[in-house]
């Protein structure tokens, strides 16, 4: 009987190892898909961003602060000695400013404490020459703040150019490919003269969304033409856009 309750957790426990698994990959799968979505736009990568806000209901000390911010540099295999540090601490402002640039990435961790049961943690990362790590990096910032809040909204935004200036028609032909690959309802458009901006929502990113108009809305497009550039520059994000575009 012993014997039988030991085969019988086995299996649980297995079972429940094998359902964690497949929404680990389920949920990278969501972010792969974004990123051949973007592949299919035939635009050439310029960066990608991920923002990341985490809300702390404790009353998290100012090493404890700078303690998450060194795990975070490590856990993205970088060097602790290359994080420039700021501080401001005292009875009007309690917050921790930690930055790494390179010339391929630049992360920046801001640490605040409003009061004893209210602090946030703001990751924000830009790179600006391999995007296809991009999944193993929100896995990583993701796991990381989840160990020290319960509450962590991220965004990520892939940026690519185009070498001249589009048509607006050609516009409306790339979101279609877009809504498409992605198997997404427009849900609200923005357009002017050389700008568009599409909210949507997609079934495959149906886990990470907010309301917008009654809708749900996980996936924001963007188009523009830079004069000063010569170029049509695109934005693909999840849920939204959080950059000036």
Wanted: aromatic fraction near 12%.
């Amino acid at each position: 009987m012993k014997i039988l309750k030991i085969v019988s957790s086995f299996f649980l426990l297995m079972f429940a190892g094998i359902l964690i698994s497949y929404a680990d990959i389920k949920s990278n799968d969501e972010y792969y898909k974004l990123i051949e979505t973007f592949n299919n736009t035939q635009a050439n990568f310029k960066f990608y961003n991920i923002k990341a806000n985490s809300i702390v209901n404790y009353d998290i000390s100012k090493n404890e602060m700078r303690d998450i911010c060194i795990e975070i540099v490590n856990n993205l295999g970088l060097e602790e000695s290359n994080i420039k540090w700021e501080e401001k601490w005292n009875k009007k402002e309690n917050q921790i400013y930690a930055e790494i640039k390179t010339e391929e990435k630049n992360i920046s961790i801001i640490c605040i404490k409003k009061n004893q049961t209210e602090s946030y943690i703001i990751v924000d990362i830009l790179e600006n020459k391999v995007y296809k790590s991009i999944v193993d990096i929100y896995t990583i910032l993701e796991e990381t703040l989840k160990k020290h809040t319960h509450k962590v909204d991220i965004n990520t935004c892939i940026s690519g150019e185009y070498t001249k200036k589009l048509q607006i028609n050609k516009y409306d032909d790339i979101l279609d490919e877009i809504l498409y690959n992605m198997n997404a309802e427009e849900i609200d458009r923005v357009e002017e003269e050389n700008f568009m901006s599409v909210t949507a929502y997609s079934k495959i990113l149906h886990e990470n969304y907010l309301e917008y108009l009654g809708n749900k809305i996980n996936l924001n497009i963007g188009m523009r033409y830079s004069e000063d550039e010569d170029k049509t520059l695109i934005y693909i994000a999840t849920p939204i856009i959080k950059l000036d575009y």
